[in-house]
């Protein structure tokens, strides 16, 4: 992966209801979604809206990002900025969302990092190219992986279909 820079961070138990405020759980498709991604944390909402922040950019979270419910088009949002989520660890079901979506997402359990820093992710390390420091990552099951690599579980499936044609 390249060098990613750190546009945004936020704290620990960061609720999908923050990432995607259920005001707007009426818009469901995924093309509409991106445009309520962090909607009450209007800087921010208003950098990705305007395109100022460049696709493959990183959010950094603490512990338990993605909490709450189960609405999907928390990752949706973010999926559809291309974002990176580098996070101390991460919900359950937004986990599983992400997975299904092939949202980019990297678990770092020691990540430190401020906005602004630029990322390095390779070799099973985030290595913060501004501090100098390295933090393991926590990788993800291979098959888990190669879902998000394939842009997702219809995406992942569709590949294996095809190629099991004769």
């Known amino acids: 992966m390249a060098n990613i820079k750190v546009v945004f961070k ?26 309520f991604a962090f909607a009450d944390s209007a800087e921010f909402n208003r950098r990705l809206k305007s395109k100022e922040i460049p696709a493959g950019s990183a959010i950094v979270a603490g512990k338990n990002f993605g909490c709450g419910s189960s609405r999907e088009q928390a990752v949706s949002c973010l999926k559809g900025h291309d974002l990176v989520i580098v996070a101390r660890n991460i919900a359950r079901i937004f986990l599983q969302s992400a997975i299904n979506l092939g949202l980019n997402i990297i678990i770092c359990p020691a990540i430190q990092a401020e906005e602004g820093d630029e990322l390095e992710i390779a070799g099973g390390q985030v290595r913060n190219l501004t501090s100098g420091q390295s933090y393991a990552i ?9 879902i998000i690599d394939a842009g997702g579980l219809v995406a992942y499936t569709r590949r294996l279909l095809l190629a099991a044609k004769p």
Do not use: C, H, N
Request: proline share 14%; aromatic share 6%.
């Open 10 to 35: 936020v704290g620990d138990d960061v609720s999908t209801d923050i990432i995607y405020p259920g005001r707007f759980m009426a818009t469901v498709l995924p093309t509409e979604t991106p445009a």
């Open 138 to 146: 926590e990788p993800l099951p291979k098959a888990r992986q190669a």
